[in-house]
Structures are given as C-alpha cells and as structure tokens.
C-alpha cells in the first residue's frame, strides 16, 4: 500500500464503504498507532455477528502487543459465527509471542466444539508459528500430553464430519490418519477413501498397505499414498501391487521409476519383461533405465538377460537394444556390444 495516499484519503475511503483499503493506507502510516481506534470501534460482543470489520484490519498490524489478546477473547462468547472466529484466530496469531498460547487455550476449553475448518486455520497458524520459532507444542488434555498437530487432528476426528476440510486435516498427522483409516473407520470405506485421497506417508506401513490392496477404491490410491516412499517397500509388496488390477500401473510404474532399489530386483524383472512383452510401440524407456540405475553391473546383466530371454526375445531385438542403449546414457557406461553380446 502506497505511504504516499494521505490521512485524509484513507478516510475518506473509509466513509465510502472501501474499509480494507482505507485502513491498510492507516496501518501502513501509523502502525500500531491505529490500535486504540480499531478496538474501541469492536462491539462488547462477537456473539452471533457474521462480519466485524475492525476486527480483519487488526490483523493488518504487525506485533500487535500482548494487551490485545484479553481485549479479543474477552469478546468471544455466545453463537460465533465462521468469519468472526477465523479472524479472531488470525489476530491472535499476530501478537508474538503470547498468542499462539493463546490460541492452545482456546483449543483447550473448546476444541470438540470448533468446526474443522478452524482447526485448519490453527494448524496453518501453528506450523508458521513454528517455522518461525522452531519450537514444538503439546498440549495436555485428560493427564495425556500430545503434539498440538496431533491434538488437533484428533479433534477433528470427533468434530462433525466436513467432506473436505476434516480429512485434509486428519491427513496431515499421517499416523492419527493412519490409525483411523485401521481402526475407527475400518468398517467405513467411503470415509477411508476421504483421508487417503489426501494422505501421503513417507514410510511403507504393511496394515495400510494390506488393507488398500483388499479394497478396489482404496487400492488405486496406492501410488499417490505411497508416492514418496517406494524406495522404503519390501519387494513382495512391490510384486503385490503390479500384479494387482485396480491399481492403475502407468501411475504406479511412474511412481516407482522414481526409486531405485537392487532388492526390488525380481519386480524390476517382471516389469522389464512385461514392457517389452507389448504389442504397442515401446514405452519411456528412460524410466526403465531409472529403475535400474542402481544395480550393481553384474547383477544388471544377469536380470536384463533374464528379463529379456523371458519376453521372448534376443538381446539383438530392436526393442530389447533400445532398452538397453538408454540404461547406459542414464548409468554413463557401456553394457553391450552393437552384435548383443554383454560386456563383463
């Protein structure tokens, strides 16, 4: 906002109707000058009002002091409405450092009763919270201490069901989502399906694993679940999900080509011959060639050898050559001669 609008200006703004304007022109003035007028123009009550502009422009301060935090909380009370409470979430957040804390007070008293969209807006306050300070926060409800990611998750868990907003919260701690989709929801696929199309974990978890895999909707997820951690899969798993049918195998190769584990080597096998079994014209062989990049070289031609003779074919074929050419560029060393024999 431009310091060079005047006073006048920016009020005058103001009268006409253009408030977030007007005051962001005062605030980027004055600072913090503008906080007596802005809280001696909120109402003694948020109780049951949609919209209180005054309360959004506090949040355009910076370090707003600690002497803010009574006057906004000793407002809430009665029927908050969403906007209301999410800016009341946003201002507390500006004052440093107390208002984190007590935002965790609020969590405290009212947690079960706050609609996963707000426990959204304190997870994203938290984690900048946290960036910033590099400080962990649990809180400790029932003689139990928790992180407060996980605390809120769990909140969300029994707040009333939002299609969206309470498994993309629940997601975020892979190990409450994990849990949930085990035990709490086992019975409940649809509700399964909603966190896991927003889960991603970063390490194999078999009970997850076995259960997508038995479930058709859950199953075709694989990839995108365990897109990060396929490097971390036991090879049976990994034979388990290429030969099953509801996983979508352009997607689940794509994923796996982006790892490259020498005791995957009977997979690698599997998918080499199937590739080179098809009729179409030849795949993205440099994702082959990925794939391979970290077999030991004499493991690699044994399993190219195998691989190759099991598709039925020569390793003079075109098709087996070409395969082979791009698993050299992508490794920096020569494998083959042009005649198809296999160097030592």
Same mark, same amino acid.
């Given at each position: 906002?431009s310091l $060079?609008i005047? $006073?006048? =200006?920016?009020?005058?703004?103001?009268a006409?109707? /253009?408030?977030?304007?007007?005051?962001?022109?005062?605030i980027?003035?004055h600072?913090?000058a503008m906080?007596?007028?802005l809280?001696?123009a909120?109402?003694?009550?948020f109780s049951?009002?949609? /919209?209180?502009?005054?309360?959004?422009?506090?949040?355009?301060?910076?370090n707003?002091?600690?002497?803010l935090?009574p006057?906004i909380?000793g407002?809430?009370?009665?029927? *908050?409405?969403p906007? =209301?409470t999410q800016?009341?979430?946003? !201002?507390?957040?500006? @004052?440093k450092?107390? %208002? *984190?804390?007590?935002?965790?007070?609020?969590?405290?008293s009212?947690a079960?009763?706050? +609609?996963a969209?707000h426990? $959204?807006?304190v997870?994203h306050?938290?984690?900048?919270?946290?960036r910033?300070t590099?400080?962990?926060l649990?809180?400790? #409800?029932?003689?139990?201490?928790?992180p407060?990611?996980e605390?809120?998750?769990?909140?969300a868990?029994?707040n009333?069901w939002?299609?969206h907003?309470? +498994?993309?919260?629940i997601?975020?701690?892979?190990?409450i989502?994990?849990e949930? !989709?085990?035990?709490r929801f086992?019975?409940?696929?649809?509700?399964?399906e909603q966190?896991?199309? /927003?889960?991603k974990?970063?390490v194999f978890?078999?009970?997850?694993f076995?259960t *997508?895999?038995k479930?058709?909707?859950?199953?075709k997820?694989?990839?995108?679940?365990?897109?990060?951690c396929f490097e971390?899969?036991?090879?049976?798993a990994v @034979?388990?999900?290429?030969?099953?049918?509801?996983?979508?195998q352009n997607?689940?190769?794509?994923?796996?080509s982006?790892?490259?584990?020498?005791?995957?080597?009977?997979?690698? %096998?599997?998918?080499?011959t199937?590739?080179?079994q098809?009729s179409?014209?030849?795949?993205? /062989?440099h994702?082959?060639a990925?794939?391979?990049?970290?077999? +030991?070289?004499? $493991?690699? @031609?044994?399993l190219? =050898?195998?691989s190759?003779l099991k598709?039925g074919?020569e #390793? =003079?074929?075109?098709?087996?050559?070409w395969l082979i050419r791009e698993?050299?560029?992508?490794? %920096?060393?020569?494998? @083959?001669t042009?005649?198809g024999v296999f160097i030592p």
């Amino acid at each position: 906002m431009s310091l $060079d609008i005047d $006073d006048d =200006t920016a009020r005058q703004w103001i009268a006409a109707g /253009y408030g977030k304007s007007g005051w962001r022109v005062l605030i980027a003035r004055h600072g913090l000058a503008m906080l007596p007028e802005l809280v001696a123009a909120l109402p003694t009550s948020f109780s049951g009002i949609d /919209y209180v502009p005054e309360l959004e422009y506090l949040a355009y301060l910076d370090n707003a002091p600690e002497s803010l935090i009574p006057e906004i909380w000793g407002r809430v009370r009665g029927q *908050m409405q969403p906007k =209301t409470t999410q800016d009341v979430l946003l !201002v507390a957040a500006t @004052i440093k450092p107390r %208002g *984190m804390l007590s935002i965790i007070e609020f969590l405290k008293s009212a947690a079960f009763s706050i +609609p996963a969209y707000h426990l $959204d807006i304190v997870l994203h306050i938290y984690k900048d919270w946290q960036r910033d300070t590099r400080h962990l926060l649990k809180i400790e #409800t029932s003689g139990k201490s928790r992180p407060l990611d996980e605390h809120i998750a769990l909140c969300a868990l029994e707040n009333e069901w939002e299609h969206h907003a309470t +498994p993309s919260l629940i997601s975020r701690c892979p190990n409450i989502a994990i849990e949930a !989709v085990l035990t709490r929801f086992a019975n409940d696929e649809a509700r399964q399906e909603q966190i896991l199309n /927003y889960l991603k974990v970063s390490v194999f978890h078999d009970g997850l694993f076995e259960t *997508m895999l038995k479930k058709p909707p859950l199953a075709k997820l694989i990839p995108q679940v365990f897109s990060e951690c396929f490097e971390s899969f036991p090879e049976t798993a990994v @034979i388990a999900a290429i030969h099953c049918s509801d996983i979508e195998q352009n997607a689940l190769f794509y994923r796996l080509s982006q790892s490259s584990n020498p005791l995957h080597r009977r997979a690698h %096998g599997v998918l080499i011959t199937r590739e080179l079994q098809k009729s179409e014209a030849p795949h993205d /062989y440099h994702a082959f060639a990925n794939l391979l990049r970290s077999h +030991p070289r004499y $493991d690699l @031609i044994n399993l190219l =050898t195998e691989s190759i003779l099991k598709g039925g074919l020569e #390793t =003079t074929n075109e098709r087996a050559l070409w395969l082979i050419r791009e698993v050299e560029n992508v490794r %920096g060393e020569l494998l @083959i001669t042009e005649a198809g024999v296999f160097i030592p």
